[in-house]
């Protein structure tokens, strides 16, 4: 295979932007060139002419102008078996689960429907321009094996685990503290490290582990200290006041976590909105990245997500974004984005859109610790890649013709795009979106 040379707008941040005239956060390149080689890793980046002339004479070229290349988005909580329960009518979250989401996960025993929605599920996330993504599946090992069979297929940066749960769930969603700990094992040693796969241990939360169960899920931690721990903090009041009912000898919901050795900086915490200032010192010492899941938490009413509290004190906490499709709304970071955008304002705070652009591509990749990975259009980096279009609907290319900076234009993809806004998305240096 020959290199590949693609021409368009080209940003890619450094760093988190510090003000909205942050320039030295970000590269822009006004008519940029990116050469992909044949292995999918950035060879070349800069202005095209300069890229070009260093070019191999059988490069092929792909113009994009006058669209914006960027680092394909991540998305770091989502729920892979939850596709067909989103926007699902319910008063919280534990009604939610209970009504609509146990029971739709129970059919993930069977591999014909887990195979069936993986293909689905990866679709929807490469239609918005989201190239990794970081996703719980069911209990049942045949989730997991969907899930990473589809991502190989494809080639994709995901990571994913086979939930464990003991207790406080439907019949055909439970498994014991031996059946989890080695099924979990046997997803790893099946798809670890296979192609870009990466496999989190996922207890789903304290609520549904028993504390033999979260025994063994410390014991896989510290076998596997490499590994991503994914799990869920503090998103509902009634969930926090249940879950510290069931753990009686912890401090807090965080502590319990904390007492198994769960916490660290692989360790994602989906939502962690209602914390103790002693809980936000602990996520801050072991490095744990909380996760804000703005469409979820507004749709089921589970609160509002203090980014600015948590990023500005003394002892900061590492944060994330991400969809929590189902409890999600939109399988699109850029409405996540908006949406979060709204939650600060509510809070009387503000989130500007380069601060946006780098939550979905640099920040998230490093909270998973890859941005020497993904994430950015950096030199060695694969060649995940979203094209956008300012200008893909009637109402936004009229609003386009008044916009005359990279932060307007910015603002406005993440307040009216969606997966219209998508021209086309790359996974290392292969067209996918527009092969569905």
């Known amino acids: 295979m020959t290199d590949t040379l693609i021409r368009g707008r080209l940003l890619s941040f450094k760093r988190a932007p510090q003000s909205l005239t942050d320039s030295d956060s970000y590269l822009y390149e006004h008519d940029g060139g990116l050469l992909v080689n044949a292995d999918g890793k950035i060879t070349?980046?800069?202005?095209?002419?300069?890229?070009?002339?260093?070019?191999?004479?059988?490069?092929?070229?792909?113009?994009?102008?006058?669209?914006?290349?960027?680092?394909?988005?991540?998305?770091?909580?989502?729920?892979?078996?939850?596709?067909?329960?989103?926007?699902?009518?319910?008063?919280?979250?534990?009604?939610?689960?209970?009504?609509?989401?146990?029971?739709?996960?129970?059919?993930?025993?069977?591999?014909?429907?887990?195979?069936?929605?993986?293909?689905?599920?990866?679709?929807?996330?490469?239609?918005?321009?989201?190239?990794?993504?970081?996703?719980?599946?069911?209990?049942?090992?045949?989730?997991?094996?969907?899930?990473?069979?589809?991502?190989?297929?494809?080639?994709?940066c995901m990571v994913g685990g086979k939930v464990m749960m003991d207790r406080n769930a439907p019949q055909g969603l439970l498994d014991t503290p031996e059946m989890g700990y080695d099924e979990t094992r046997a997803v790893i040693e099946q798809w670890h490290g296979k192609g870009r796969c990466h496999v989190a241990i996922t207890p789903r939360f304290a609520i549904t582990s028993t504390p033999e169960q979260m025994s063994a899920t410390q014991a896989l931690a510290q076998e596997f200290p490499d590994l991503f721990i994914q799990t869920h903090l503090s998103e509902n009041r009634e969930e926090i006041r249940y879950t510290c009912e069931l753990y009686p000898e912890a401090k807090d919901y965080t502590d319990i976590y904390a007492r198994y050795g769960l916490l660290g900086n692989k360790t994602l915490l989906g939502h962690a909105i209602h914390l103790s200032e002693r809980e936000m010192d602990v996520l801050s010492e072991t490095g744990s990245i909380a996760v804000h899941c703005p469409t979820s938490n507004l749709f089921i009413g589970s609160g509002l997500f203090p980014l600015r509290p948590l990023t500005r004190r003394e002892k900061p906490v590492r944060i994330a974004v991400a969809t929590d499709i189902g409890g999600g709304s939109s399988y699109s970071m850029l409405r996540t984005m908006d949406e979060a955008y709204k939650i600060q304002q509510i809070l009387g705070?503000?989130?500007?859109?380069?601060?946006?652009?780098?939550?979905?591509?640099?920040?998230?990749?490093?909270?998973?610790?890859?941005e020497t990975d993904i994430g950015t259009l950096d030199l060695g980096s694969v060649s995940d890649l979203v094209i956008l279009d300012a200008a893909s609907t009637p109402a936004m290319k009229l609003r386009m013709e008044t916009i005359s900076t990279l932060p307007e234009e910015l603002f406005l993809l993440q307040t009216m795009g969606d997966d219209r806004a998508v021209v086309e998305t790359y996974v290392a240096g292969k067209a996918m979106k527009n092969t569905l």
């Not at 705070?349 to 890859?370: D, I």
């Open 44 to 156: 070349a980046v800069g202005d095209y002419a300069r890229v070009k002339a260093a070019a191999p004479e059988d490069v092929v070229e792909i113009d994009h102008r006058p669209h914006l290349i960027l680092p394909g988005f991540i998305d770091t909580h989502v729920h892979f078996p939850q596709m067909q329960v989103i926007a699902s009518y319910a008063a919280n979250l534990l009604e939610w689960l209970n009504t609509y989401t146990f029971p739709e996960e129970c059919r993930f025993v069977e591999s014909e429907h887990a195979t069936r929605i993986a293909t689905h599920f990866y679709d929807e996330f490469l239609r918005h321009g989201t190239t990794t993504a970081v996703a719980y599946c069911s209990v049942h090992k045949t989730s997991a094996d969907a899930f990473f069979a589809e991502a190989i297929k494809r080639n994709m």
């Open 349 to 370: 705070e503000r989130l500007n859109p380069l601060e946006s652009f780098y939550m979905m591509t640099r920040g998230n990749a490093e909270a998973l610790s890859m």
